[in-house]
């Protein structure tokens, strides 16, 4: 993990430093899941970013740029290891399922 970023103004996140293997890993998931569930998972066109949420759409409009500001004072990087995946499916009502 190294420092903080967002997807637009709805989602925030702390990096992670992208390499190969979390590019393996995704596609592995992907393979894995579109094995099971054919076509429930479609490829994303944009460059795979590698990250850990910490908010997903419920913090208010124009507050991620406050809330980057101040997690950019916490210096945080670190290194640690997965052990563990967990798959999460977006529901119809809005809500992150496992």
Not at 3 to 21: M, Q, W
Not at 52 to 64: E, F, H, L
Request: glycine letters at 8%.
């Amino acid at each position: 993990v190294d420092g903080f970023g967002s997807f637009g103004e709805r989602t925030l996140f702390a990096n992670i430093v992208g390499d190969r293997k979390w590019e393996e890993l995704r596609d592995m998931v992907f393979k894995a899941v579109n094995e099971e569930i054919p076509g429930v998972l479609r490829k994303d066109r944009k460059p795979f970013r590698p990250h850990i949420s910490i908010s997903n759409r419920d913090i208010p409009q124009g507050a991620v740029y406050e809330a980057l500001r101040v997690f950019s004072s916490i210096q945080m990087k670190f290194d640690f290891e997965v052990d563990g995946i967990t798959v999460f499916e977006r529901s119809s009502s809005g809500l992150w399922l496992c």
